[in-house]
């Protein structure tokens, strides 16, 4: 497997500029050159399953399994779905209109922006690089990629192997970390797509901004959980214990903290406490089916934070440097001023903050950033409602975690700081595409356009009145024409 070496920094505007000018040529528009490359970018994937074992397995130990759920298997999907609906997904659209226009097929026209950039993050280094960029070589657009540095041995497969999938003249890799970002977006692109934390967000907009450069940006944050009293708890724990734990963690809609009602924790984690048994053995350090934490600093930044916790380490807690270990690990009875409340944990750290109303919890979730997942334990479907009704946050799942991101006819986004913008599925198509409004009009019928034109009269105006705008005929009437009765 081939090391990871960043690209020249005098190279990227070079290849920027290149890739704008094959735009320009019109290679990357007809459908059936994107779909040629769409399956190039599936069979990527398909015919390399075994390296890429390898290389994530390198970077973050990851087991077969959650690579397959996490990576190649919804990749693999969103390409698929994107050649068999590319023809329907780019065909116009057309739109109903009043009497004035009828005649002059107005429709939307789904064009490519132009040279789009995406940036990808570490934690799922294949999906969160390549997913989006199905949507955009489902559009149309060349494509620079940019994977994170951090997961080093997955950016130096998909070096060596992108370019023997797709055709480098529209999709380039540019490898590098800071410096290298910073240079490459200072380059024109017509979108930039990025993926990571909230902190680099704001440096990517702000980028954006002095270009006018539209952005997707897929960001973080905590995400809550809610258990009612009301629940299967041995089920909840199971469910909680996966989506905590896939990934080691380092998931961004993992959840984040448990709100759970008084009452039930103890009982919560004792069947959590069975279910981690269950899924890693008594050693979860011996067991294949337990990752490992990206690198020595995010090593740290986890085991300051399970060090300096004042509430109760229930399960777990212990950790090994040397081999990036930190234990499942549940924490009891964290107040909101805990070190584990501060900012997204992002590993395998649960934090229990145990209310004695659920409408605590929704309160406390309503005061701080909107979290770009939100989940709900409970058999009360009313409860559920009433939580899900008066919160805010990116996506929600009622009964499980992590499952809503497979699900590609969902849109996959955040809201306020966790993020701006959605794709998966034929939202990805939408966001690397224009919506062209566009009319065709007749040549013919000059004189009755003469309606249009001036010298204006009142006989041309109370004609256009009559043209321009539906006749609602229902008492609404009454109030689309001021009527006092009505206000
Ligand atoms: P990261 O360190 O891999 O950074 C993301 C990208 O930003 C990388 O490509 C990196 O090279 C680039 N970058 C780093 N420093 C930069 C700089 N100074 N200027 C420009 N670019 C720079 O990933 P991360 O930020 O540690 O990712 C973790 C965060 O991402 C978490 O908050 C997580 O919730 C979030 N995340 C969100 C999603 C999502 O889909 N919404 C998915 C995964 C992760």
């Given at each position: 497997?081939?090391?990871l070496?960043f690209?020249?920094?005098?190279?990227?505007?070079?290849?920027?500029?290149?890739?704008?000018?094959?735009?320009?040529?019109?290679?990357?528009?007809?459908?059936?050159?994107?779909k040629?490359?769409?399956?190039?970018?599936?069979?990527?994937?398909?015919?390399?399953?075994?390296?890429?074992?390898?290389?994530?397995?390198?970077?973050?130990?990851?087991?077969?399994?959650?690579?397959?759920?996490?990576?190649?298997?919804?990749?693999?999907?969103?390409?698929?779905d994107?050649?068999?609906?590319l023809?329907?997904w780019?065909?116009?659209?057309?739109?109903?209109?009043?009497?004035?226009?009828r005649?002059?097929?107005?429709?939307?026209r789904?064009?490519?922006?132009g040279?789009?950039?995406?940036?990808?993050?570490?934690?799922?280094?294949?999906?969160?690089?390549?997913?989006?960029?199905?949507?955009?070589?489902?559009?149309?657009?060349?494509?620079?990629?940019?994977?994170?540095?951090v997961?080093?041995?997955t950016?130096?497969?998909?070096?060596?192997?992108?370019?023997?999938?797709?055709?480098?003249?529209?999709?380039r890799?540019?490898?590098?970390?800071?410096?290298?970002?910073?240079?490459?977006?200072e380059?024109?692109?017509?979108?930039?797509?990025?993926?990571?934390?909230?902190?680099i967000?704001?440096?990517?907009?702000?980028?954006a901004?002095?270009?006018?450069?539209?952005?997707?940006?897929?960001l973080?944050?905590?995400?809550?959980?809610?258990v009612?009293?009301?629940?299967?708890?041995?089920?909840?724990?199971r469910?909680?214990?996966?989506?905590?734990?896939?990934n080691?963690?380092?998931?961004?809609?993992?959840?984040?903290?448990?709100?759970?009602?008084?009452?039930?924790?103890q009982?919560?984690?004792k069947?959590?406490?069975?279910?981690?048994?269950?899924?890693?053995?008594?050693?979860?350090?011996?067991?294949?089916?337990?990752?490992?934490?990206?690198?020595?600093?995010?090593?740290h930044?986890?085991?300051?934070?399970?060090?300096?916790?004042?509430?109760?380490?229930?399960v777990?807690?212990?950790?090994?440097?040397?081999?990036?270990?930190?234990?499942?690990?549940?924490?009891?009875?964290?107040?909101?001023?805990?070190?584990?409340?501060?900012?997204?944990?992002?590993?395998?750290?649960?934090?229990?903050?145990?209310v004695?109303?659920?409408?605590?919890?929704?309160?406390?979730?309503?005061?701080?950033d909107?979290?770009l997942?939100?989940?709900?334990?409970?058999?009360?479907?009313?409860?559920?409602?009433?939580?899900?009704?008066?919160?805010?946050?990116?996506?929600?799942?009622?009964?499980?975690?992590?499952v809503?991101?497979?699900?590609?006819?969902?849109?996959?986004?955040?809201?306020?700081?966790?993020?701006?913008?959605?794709?998966?599925?034929?939202?990805?198509?939408?966001?690397?595409?224009?919506?062209?409004?566009?009319?065709?009009?007749?040549l013919?019928?000059?004189?009755?356009l003469?309606?249009?034109?001036?010298p204006?009269?009142?006989?041309?105006?109370?004609?256009?009145?009559?043209?321009?705008?539906?006749?609602?005929?229902?008492?609404?009437?009454?109030?689309?024409?001021?009527?006092?009765?009505?206000?």
């Open positions: 497997m081939s090391e070496t690209t020249p920094i005098d190279d990227i505007p070079k290849i920027v500029k290149e890739l704008r000018e094959t735009f320009l040529t019109g290679l990357t528009r007809p459908l059936a050159y994107r040629e490359q769409l399956k190039g970018l599936h069979n990527l994937i398909a015919e390399n399953e075994a390296l890429f074992k390898e290389s994530v397995y390198r970077d973050l130990r990851k087991p077969p399994q959650e690579l397959m759920v996490g990576e190649i298997g919804t990749i693999r999907q969103e390409a698929i994107a050649i068999k609906h023809d329907q780019a065909a116009p659209q057309y739109v109903k209109t009043t009497l004035l226009n005649m002059n097929k107005p429709h939307i789904k064009s490519p922006l040279t789009v950039l995406i940036i990808g993050a570490w934690n799922l280094p294949i999906n969160l690089l390549l997913a989006p960029a199905v949507g955009a070589i489902a559009a149309g657009n060349c494509v620079i990629l940019k994977p994170s540095e997961s080093t041995h950016a130096a497969l998909l070096t060596t192997l992108l370019p023997k999938y797709l055709d480098p003249r529209s999709v890799i540019i490898n590098g970390a800071a410096a290298e970002t910073t240079v490459l977006l380059q024109k692109f017509d979108h930039m797509f990025y993926t990571g934390s909230g902190n967000g704001k440096i990517i907009m702000a980028a901004a002095k270009q006018l450069t539209p952005v997707t940006l897929e973080g944050g905590k995400s809550p959980a809610f009612s009293k009301n629940v299967d708890i041995a089920v909840a724990a469910r909680l214990a996966w989506g905590k734990l896939f080691t963690g380092q998931a961004c809609i993992a959840p984040d903290y448990l709100i759970v009602e008084r009452g039930i924790e009982e919560l984690v069947e959590m406490k069975l279910a981690i048994q269950e899924f890693y053995g008594a050693s979860p350090q011996t067991s294949q089916s337990y990752g490992r934490i990206i690198n020595n600093n995010h090593f930044r986890l085991k300051r934070l399970l060090d300096t916790t004042r509430g109760e380490i229930v777990g807690g212990d950790s090994q440097e040397d081999d990036l270990y930190i234990a499942p690990t549940i924490v009891l009875d964290v107040k909101l001023d805990d070190p584990l409340m501060e900012s997204e944990i992002f590993g395998p750290i649960l934090p229990i903050w145990v004695d109303t659920i409408n605590e919890g929704i309160e406390y979730v309503n005061r701080n909107q979290p997942a939100l989940y709900v334990y409970s058999h009360d479907m009313k409860l559920a409602n009433h939580i899900l009704d008066n919160t805010r946050s990116g996506g929600a799942v009622i009964n499980d975690s992590l809503q991101f497979m699900v590609t006819a969902l849109p996959f986004g955040g809201t306020g700081p966790s993020g701006i913008g959605s794709y998966h599925g034929k939202r990805s198509f939408d966001i690397f595409s224009h919506e062209r409004a566009t009319l065709v009009k007749n013919g019928m000059q004189k009755a003469a309606i249009s034109y001036p204006y009269t009142e006989k041309k105006t109370s004609w256009l009145e009559w043209l321009l705008f539906d006749k609602v005929k229902y008492p609404d009437n009454a109030i689309l024409k001021g009527n006092k009765k009505f206000g």
